[in-house]
């Protein structure tokens, strides 16, 4: 309760700040590359004719939980193949396995998986378009800039993946 100026509460007041609950924060300790690959599989064959690039980008998610209190690694694997529309072959591929580490506090524990593989993939992304871009253009095409990726639209597909992956392994294991 507050105080009037002569030390007696004042009516009608709360301790409000004692019963707000504490804020969810996150924090990037680090973010780093854990594997990269790239191949230029048209420069190996040569390009023939008219080239027309067809890209195909897929992405995966993984988080754990680290030691240390609130601290999580959280990855995204990037696997792009790009295709030659106007002829059968492929242009490129490029994987990227990109990895950060933060510390999370304040997320309820049934919000923190979501939290984990959609807020923390959202953070990393612009720096994985940026290497994306980057290695294309030094692979000797021209940049490729990633669209943005709906990571909600993302964990969803993956819940309903690992959903469906365990129905279909307990029915085999009954049969």
């Not at 072959?89 to 997320?107: A, M, R, S």
């Not at 612009?126 to 253009?137: G, M, N, Q, S, W």
Request: glycine share 10%; hydrophobic share 40%; proline share 7%.
């Amino acid at each position: 309760m507050a105080e009037t100026g002569n030390g007696a509460p004042q009516p009608g007041a709360q301790g409000n700040e004692a019963q707000q609950p504490a804020q969810p924060r996150m924090q990037v300790l680090g973010q780093f590359i854990r594997d990269l690959s790239f191949e230029n599989v048209l420069a190996t064959k040569g390009a023939q004719g008219e080239v027309q690039p067809d890209v195909e980008v897929q992405v995966k998610l993984d988080a754990r939980k680290r030691p240390t209190p609130n601290q999580y690694e959280v990855y995204t694997k990037f696997t792009i193949t790009s295709k030659n529309k106007a002829a059968e072959g492929i242009l490129f591929i490029l994987e990227l396995d990109y990895g950060g580490l933060f510390q999370i506090e304040n997320i309820p524990e049934e919000q923190l998986h979501p939290f984990l593989l959609i807020e923390c993939p959202r953070m990393l992304f612009p720096f994985v378009r940026r290497i994306v871009a980057d290695l294309t253009r030094d692979g000797g095409f021209p940049p490729l800039n990633l669209e943005n990726i709906d990571w909600v639209a993302l964990y969803r597909q993956e819940i309903m993946r690992r959903a469906a992956e365990q129905q279909g392994g307990g029915a085999a294991g009954t049969a």
